[in-house]
């Protein structure tokens, strides 16, 4: 399984902006869909974006359509998450994962190898 580390994570006024990273070790991610899910206190972990291995394809949750931009990169077996017009309740722990397959689903059993995932607190 590969080892996934999430990071740029912080704390940010609503209205700001963020850039996660998930790197990928032990494994190559580059045939496999990657996801960001996210999880505040309290609260199930939900989905936020999905790419497919070809980052043709993307989803995206309804509440962070047209704030957050989910990309890949093979050549470094990491994916990004552009968090832009945050809110206050954009503020989570996000995680990454790789996909069982190659399809950008939404399903967090499509799934597997969750990274420990990073800190995101947007204050109003």
């Known amino acids: 399984q590969a080892q996934l580390v999430e990071s740029g994570g912080g704390l940010v006024q609503a209205g700001g902006s963020l850039r996660l990273s998930c790197a990928a070790s032990g494994r190559s991610i580059r045939v496999y869909a990657m996801g960001w899910f996210r999880q505040a206190p309290g609260k199930e972990r939900e989905f936020v974006a999905s790419i497919s291995w070809t980052a043709l394809s993307t989803n995206y949750a309804d509440s962070v359509k047209g704030r957050f931009t989910i990309s890949r990169d093979n050549t470094k077996n990491t994916v990004y998450l552009e968090m832009n017009s945050l809110k206050p309740e954009d503020t989570a722990v996000y995680y990454c994962?790789?996909?069982?397959?190659?399809?950008?689903?939404?399903?967090?059993?499509?799934?597997?190898?969750w990274g420990q995932g990073t800190q995101v607190t947007v204050s109003s």
């Open positions: 994962a790789v996909g069982r397959g190659v399809v950008a689903g939404t399903g967090i059993h499509e799934y597997e190898s």
